[in-house]
């Protein structure tokens, strides 16, 4: 079993930036690729980007590329995801997620019926 934790979430000024993290317990996430989703009350989860078990191959939604980083330090258990030039439409509970199937950590999918292991989430406000 995989206890995935985020952080880094908080109250934050339109056009500033976040770190979130992403550390587990239980099991490495050396052999996961990983992801990110957000979700709004009342909405659907969407994916945010995901990442690779060795980190050299990031996918992102079409949208967010310009403004997301997904990255990954398996030395230290986490998955981080940066924002920048954040807006007030990126308000939302953002979770992490690992796929445990060995015959997708090469290339991650959007799906997030692809992940098995989730987070609580954190929470990104943005203010306008």
């Known amino acids: 079993q995989v206890q995935l934790v985020e952080s880094g979430g908080g109250l934050v000024q339109a056009g500033g930036s976040l770190r979130l993290s992403c550390g587990a317990s239980?099991?490495?996430?050396?052999?996961?690729?990983m992801a990110w989703f957000r979700q709004v009350p009342g909405k659907e989860r969407d994916f945010v980007a995901a990442?690779?078990?060795?980190?050299?191959?990031?996918i992102y939604a079409d949208s967010l590329a310009s403004r997301f980083t997904i990255s990954r330090d398996n030395t230290k258990n986490t998955v981080y995801l940066q924002i920048i030039q954040l807006k007030p439409e990126d308000t939302a509970v953002f979770s992490c997620?690992?796929?445990?199937?060995?015959?997708?950590?090469?290339?991650?999918?959007?799906?997030?019926?692809?992940?098995?292991?989730w987070g609580q989430g954190t929470q990104v406000t943005v203010s306008s």
């Open positions: 997620a690992a796929d445990a199937n060995p015959y997708r950590n090469l290339i991650p999918g959007r799906s997030e019926r692809e992940y098995d292991y």
């Open positions: 990442i690779n078990w060795s980190g050299d191959n990031a």
């Open positions: 239980g099991r490495t996430l050396s052999r996961y690729s």
